[in-house]
């Protein structure tokens, strides 16, 4: 039978505690004879004041906190697609927080609004810091119809994007898969600049 020691010194307090929710937590441990990542050596794992959000890397003996803003490599990035049999038309709350690209399979029935929310009951502004941007696709299916995206809104308020080529599209592309591609970036407290681009598949 395997044995589990716990053991503290006289200066300090060792607390497991069960889990705030119910059932069945396991922790796994190799069949091997090991140290676990747990020091209080901060030249081995420095502080995490000021580095919230980050992950903690190791390189051999060092470890570091760094993150995507720290030119991260990564092989492959996959993102989230929301396949739906969808038509597009009125307003579209696209939920930034579910999906990086939404695909409308279904023929759009009329010209639509876009309001980009986080969720609904979050805001995209509260998701975003000044400085930091997102890009999101929107795929439309079209038939013989030309319809487009009229409005664009960041959390219900409507923003004039900055529209590649330098107009907003007048139609839609018939027969086609129309894809939207805005980056929203935020500049300032509910202040943003989008630009936007219709780029047409056929």
């Known amino acids: 039978m395997s044995s589990v020691i716990i053991a503290g010194n006289t200066s300090g307090t060792i607390t497991v505690a069960a889990p705030a929710a119910a059932g069945t937590n396991t922790i796994t441990m190799p069949a091997a004879t090991g140290t676990m990542a747990l ?26 906190w760094g993150g995507v803003s720290d030119y991260t490599t990564f092989t492959n990035l996959t993102e989230k697609v929301t396949v739906a049999a969808t038509a597009a038309t009125g307003t579209i709350n696209y939920d930034t927080g579910t999906q990086s690209v939404v695909y409308f399979t279904s023929a759009a029935a009329g010209d639509w609004t876009i309001n980009f929310r986080d969720s609904s009951g979050t805001t995209l502004n509260s998701k975003l810091a000044i400085g930091e941007a997102i890009t999101l696709v929107h795929l439309v299916t079209l038939t013989g119809a030309e319809y487009r995206n009229t409005t664009v809104q960041v ?26 591609a805005y980056t929203i970036i935020k500049t300032g407290d509910a202040a943003f600049t989008i630009l936007a681009a219709l780029t047409q598949f056929a």
């Open 39 to 64: 020091t209080s050596d901060t030249s081995a794992v420095p502080s995490q004041t000021g580095n919230a959000g980050k992950l903690l890397t190791t390189n051999g003996s060092a470890a570091s």
């Open 155 to 180: 959390d219900g308020s409507s923003i004039t994007p900055e529209w590649q080529g330098g107009s907003a599209p007048t139609e839609g592309n018939a027969n086609s898969i129309d894809s939207y």
